[in-house]
Nanobody, 116 residues
């Protein structure tokens, strides 16, 4: 079973930046063949897809974060990152990484809190 460990969250003022990282415990061959994504869940809301990246590094973003967030992957390290710029209070949520479509168990996530 793949284990996903997210890190990099924190408290930041509106307009600030954070970089999230996700480490996947799976063989590099399998990881590199999977599309990966970042999801988030705000209090009282359903989990939503934020950004995705294919095995060939084609990216896609939710409209609410397009132009502000950037997803990337490092095949050599089995990691997926999310650079978040120009953060807004509405970006406050727990952020998770998983494959796309999501499968298996979710990690603990990493809390991102943006103050106004």
């Amino acid at each position: 079973q793949v284990q996903l460990v997210e890190s990099g969250g924190g408290l930041v003022q509106a307009g600030g930046s954070l970089r999230l990282s996700c480490a996947a415990s799976r063989s590099i061959f399998i990881f590199n063949s999977m599309a990966m994504a970042w999801y988030r869940q705000a209090p009282g809301k359903q989990r939503e897809l934020v950004a995705s990246i294919t095995s060939r590094s084609v990216t896609n973003y939710a409209g609410s974060v397009k132009g502000r967030f950037a997803i990337s992957r490092d095949p050599a390290k089995n990691t997926v990152s999310l650079q978040m710029n120009s953060l807004k209070p509405e970006d406050t949520a727990v952020y998770y990484c998983n494959s796309l479509p999501a499968a298996g168990s979710w990690g603990q996530g990493t809390q991102v809190t943006v103050s106004s």
